[in-house]
């Protein structure tokens, strides 16, 4: 069984610049999450999905930070426009439906802002 | 409002040496703890999942303890490998995931 995915493994890009990052999490898993984490600091969560319903979304940090998962499946999440504070590893997990799985881990984007 | 606190930051001990790593954590509502590895460059490894009504769980050579009144968790890594060179990660999952910064291993060949 494939587990969860992420694309791409690195981005390189410029502040003022949009990017889009893409987690494939395992198939049947209703919880989606990402989370960050930026140089020195912990994992930080940003939002959790239950199917295609933001459940929380109270770690995004701001409105430059949009995420989606259309019909349940992958979602994205976009940063428009990037600023240097953005850069760090985004991670996405996945869980089965309920609270109390383990939650399976992608294997990060690692995002550079110049 | 939840934090964890993972302690030590660092370690190194010597190959074959059993350690153990702590965790704490200030609101005993929670539903589980997790427990990752994360190499560098890497994504994390769910190592042990404990549920908050269980009180340990054990995996080969990891056995990670939970107690929720007192808001401490601890992973017990017996016989050190150089291969078990990592940071590692505990989580705790309550109204929201948190995680703390992480113990560095070093396992000294």
């Known amino acids: 069984e494939a587990g969860v995915t992420q694309f791409p493994s690195h981005s390189v890009i410029e502040k003022g610049q949009t990017v889009t990052l893409r987690c494939d999490p395992i198939?049947?898993?209703?919880?989606l999450y990402w989370y960050r984490r930026v140089m020195g600091k912990e994992i930080k969560f940003l939002l959790h999905?239950?199917?295609?319903?933001?459940?929380?979304e109270s770690g995004m940090p701001n409105n430059r930070f949009l995420a989606e998962r259309t019909g349940g499946t992958y979602s994205t999440l976009k940063v428009q426009p990037a600023e240097l504070e953005d850069s760090g590893v985004y991670f996405c997990a996945s869980s089965p439906p309920g609270s109390s799985y383990e939650q399976y881990f992608g294997p990060g984007t690692r995002l550079t802002v110049t | 409002k939840q934090e964890v606190t993972q302690i030590p930051a660092a370690l190194s001990v010597p190959e074959g040496e059993n350690l153990v790593l702590n965790c704490s954590f200030t609101?005993?509502?929670?539903?589980?703890l997790q427990w990752f590895r994360q190499d560098p460059g890497k994504g994390l490894t769910s190592l042990l999942l404990?549920?908050?009504?269980?009180r340990e769980q054990t995996s080969g050579r990891l056995n990670a303890s939970l107690d929720k009144s007192s808001g401490r968790s601890t992973l017990y890594i017996a016989a050190s490998q150089p291969g078990d060179s990592a940071t590692y990660l505990c989580a705790v999952k309550g109204d929201k995931i948190i995680f703390g910064k992480g113990t560095r291993l070093h396992i000294l060949p």
């Open positions: 609101d005993s509502a929670i539903y589980n």
């Open positions: 404990i549920q908050s009504s269980q």
């Open positions: 999905f239950v199917k295609e319903s933001k459940q929380d």
């Open positions: 198939s049947g898993h209703d919880n």
